[in-house]
C-alpha cells in the first residue's frame, strides 16, 4: 500500500516538530494512537503516515502557510499489506512539561495541549484527591534538598502534575520537560514500535 507523510528533506527543529504536532490536533487527529514513521535525521520522533496524499498535500500547503516556509512535501513510501498493523501505530509525540526558574522556586506547568491529551483519554486522571493540576511551585531550597537526598525531581513533577501511572504516561508518548526558551531538560520517550523508516 502506498502511503504519505509530510516532511522537509533536513530534520525538523523542536519548533517546527511542535507546530507539525498542533496543526495534527488542530485538524482533529488524536496524536496517541496515529500510524507512524520515524522522523529521519532524529531520534525517537515520529511523523504521520497518511493513506490519501490529497490530504497529506493539504496538510504540507497549510504547515507551510503557518511556519512561513515552502520546504515541507509530500513524500510518498511503500508498506506491505492493505491496512497498518497494529504493532505500527502508536502515540506520535510526548506529553509536555515547561519548567520556569527564578532565584526562589521553580514552577512546573503542563502546556495546554497536554491537559487537553490527558482530559481526553483519562478524564478522570487525579493524583491525592486533586483534578490534573496546571502549575506546581518548587522553592530553591525545597528543591536542592530533595535532589541532594534522592537525585533529579523530574520524575514525581510529573505524576504530580499529570496524575498518570508510568504507563499510562508511555501510552500518551511519555513526557518531556522544557524551559522557557525550550531547551529539553528531562524526556521519558515511548520506545514503540513503528512503520519502516522511509527509503
Not at 501505530?89 to 510526548?94: F, N, R, V, Y
Not at 508510568?166 to 520506545?191: F, H, M, W
Request: aromatic share 8%; charged share 25%.
Amino acid at each position: 500500500m502506498r502511503v504519505y507523510t509530510v516532511r522537509r528533506n533536513c530534520p525538523n527543529t523542536d519548533e517546527e516538530f511542535q507546530a507539525y504536532v498542533d496543526l495534527l490536533q488542530d485538524i482533529g487527529i488524536d496524536i496517541t494512537r496515529v500510524p507512524r514513521t520515524p522522523e529521519p535525521g532524529t531520534t525517537n520522533r515520529w511523523l504521520y503516515v497518511w493513506k490519501n496524499r490529497q490530504l497529506a498535500e493539504k496538510f504540507a500547503i497549510e504547515l507551510g502557510k503557518r511556519l512561513r516556509s515552502s520546504s515541507w512535501a509530500v513524500h510518498e513510501f511503500e508498506i506491505q499489506g492493505d491496512s497498518f498493523p497494529d504493532e505500527t501505530i502508536g502515540p506520535l509525540a510526548p506529553l509536555t512539561i515547561i519548567s520556569s526558574s527564578t532565584d526562589d522556586d521553580t514552577s512546573f506547568r503542563l502546556d495546554p495541549k497536554s491537559i487537553e491529551r490527558i482530559s481526553t483519554h483519562y478524564p478522570n486522571a487525579k493524583l491525592g484527591g486533586f483534578k490534573i493540576m496546571e502549575n506546581l511551585h518548587v522553592s530553591a531550597e525545597v528543591l536542592q534538598d530533595f535532589e541532594s537526598c534522592h537525585g533529579p525531581i523530574w520524575n514525581q513533577v510529573v505524576i504530580f502534575l499529570t496524575g498518570l501511572s508510568r504507563e499510562e504516561i508511555k501510552r500518551l508518548g511519555g513526557v518531556r520537560i522544557i524551559d522557557d526558551a525550550g531547551r529539553v531538560l528531562y524526556k521519558s520517550l515511548q520506545p514503540d514500535s513503528s512503520l519502516p523508516a522511509e527509503e
